[in-house]
């Protein structure tokens, strides 16, 4: 079990350091758009039976309906079997409020 918690908290810091590139922002040429779809981090299988609950949010991505939710943090979020990645952050619609 600790080797899968080590293996997402490395990919939530690379996903740290990929988002905070500046060079995202640059334009909307379709390299840019292929470095910003690559910000969805896919669920490893297995998936995870126990997590830590440290909180490091991330936007949950649901595979059927595309609809996002925001999880404590990735292992809460891959432990739910209907969801097939994450963002790191809450998501834009949690944001809000």
């Known amino acids: 079990m600790r080797k899968l918690i080590s293996k997402n908290y490395l990919l939530e ?7 905070s590139l ?9 390299q840019t ?8 981090i896919a669920c490893d299988s297995p998936r995870p039976i126990l997590c830590q609950q440290n909180t490091a949010p991330v936007c949950g991505i649901f595979s059927a309906t595309k609809a996002q939710q925001t999880f404590r943090n990735a292992c809460l979020a891959c432990k739910n079997p209907e969801v097939k990645g994450y963002e790191t952050g809450k998501c834009k619609a949690d944001l809000k409020r």
Do not use: M
Request: glycine share 0%; net charge positive; hydrophobic share 60%.
């Open 13 to 19: 810091v690379i996903a740290l350091l990929v988002v």
């Open 22 to 30: 500046p060079a995202l922002a640059a334009s909307t040429t379709p």
């Open 33 to 40: 758009v292929a470095k910003i779809q690559s910000k969805i």
